[in-house]
């Protein structure tokens, strides 16, 4: 039977249409007495609590001699609205629960009331189907006073039904399924990683690193992981394009269902994933510990990053330094840099210390200078947490300080090739008297670029009497450079190492020298030509020194992934889940 032509439902339709669209306001147990039978689809409904609030009407609901009366009540109402609800109906309750303050209310005093319970297992025995009990968990609840249980921060919310069957539409609400291996497919205008070099980069427990870092912020109120922030900021940076705070926040508006589920973004019913602002995003930056930041992003990688050792070299295990001392396991070089744009709360510049690997320039450390010191003062703070155990370390004159230079051999087990200038004077008068005219030279190299020749010889000697801790070779290298439309220079420079010849020839000498200018071209440059670092006006609080730790570990991440240009690798990874990869979150 067609049905529109149904007699029933026409009249149906008729009684209902001067409701249609309409807000009924009164006393809904008088109200409902004015629907007709069978014509309501759905109902969603937040009755008055248990003496929650007095809302100044007579016999309101909520104000009960006692919670059994407030049941009772509600009882009533349902099994009245049970007669204008369709078969195919569904209820839904959002009750919330209290605690007696009387034993007239019925139960002990302090004791939870368990009003929505009480409800709940009412209807059913009046012929109600509970289908569901949804916990609605407030993620920024009122405070509380209370000190001796905790706070109630969540309501319940009932599914009701009449019949075995009814109008339940479950894909409206589906949360799309997430496979825990997930397969790319290449499509056009697309760069996608291989999967031999995604797992090259990943890091193990990458998320158990930043929860590592403590978190600074008051707890009361705090909504977002500080994981999940160090993560936003990880990710975003790598894409190109997004290298302020608002951009960061971009980034993150454009993030899909999936991609916010593996940044561990809180979720909850009515508005989905919750997004920080601009403002939580920069007090981040502000606040956090740099240090403990740059421990969980800036770990050496797993292989050496430069194995440098003469070819003859006996392979043995590493330990400190002996006359049959083993090869040289790596190399790294320290340096300094001023952000330009970046002010502390004095005006004075923000300084970093930072230490990368020689060849790929990674950055393993980073600390900020004291603003009433110099960076020797943080040679030993930034090298403390690193293993240097047969490692050597490369550094300009500023860092050719005795007790510097005997706790990196004694108690790092560690090597150096230390440049001597005007600040050991002394020492300086002392090299440059030996008899470098009757020894020979051991190395020369010769370079040619950007419009300049340049030549570089150098010359080692021995030495077995040098005043200096550990010392065991003396190093002089000259520089001949010639450019374009000006005069042609020459530049000698001294240096020593406590290497052996055997761990350290000249060879591998001048190949240390040349390469501890990696941290300049490789981190430095990158930083403030690709991030824009030296531009950056960030000033408050930490932000300088932990937006410099969040760049050097996308560099490090990039050219782990094998690219060789920085911008080229950002742009690479302008998704979301790009970066994602790259970075190693599951």
Known sequence: MNRTADPHRKDLQNQLEPWRGAILVGDVRQRLAELPDDSIDCVITSPPYYGLRDYGMPGQLGLESSVLGWVAELRAIMNQLARVLKPTCVLWLNLGDGYARHPRDGTPTKSLLLGPERVALGLVGDGWRLRNKVIWAKTNPLPTSVRDRLGTTYEVIYC????????????????????AGRTRTARPGKIYLPESALARVSREGVWERLAAVPDHRCARGRVYPLATLAAIWLCALTAAGHDRIAAVAEWLRGTSYEERERLRLPWNPRDGHLLPDEATIRRFLSGVDDQALAVALLDPPAAPAAVVEEPAAPAVPVGPPTPASPALAGAYALDGKTSRGARRADGGRVHLLGVATHGDGLLVGQREV???????????????????????LTFDAMHTVRANLDWLVTEKNAHYLAVIKGNQPTLKDFLAALPWADIPTSDTTRDHGHGRDETRTLKVATVAHLDFPYADQAIRIQRRRREKGRAPTRETIYAITDATREQAGPAVLADLARAHWHIEVKQHYVRDVTFGEDASTSRTGRAPATLAIFRGAVINAIRRAGFRYIPSGRRAHKTATAALDLHGFP
């Open 370 to 392: 004291d603003n009433k010191s110099n960076e020797t003062t943080a040679f030993r703070p930034l090298l403390e947490g690193l293993d240097l155990a047969g490692k050597i």
């Open 160 to 179: 009701f039904v009449r019949a075995r069957r009814y109008y339940f539409d479950l894909d409206a609400i589906r949360l799309p399924h997430r496979s």
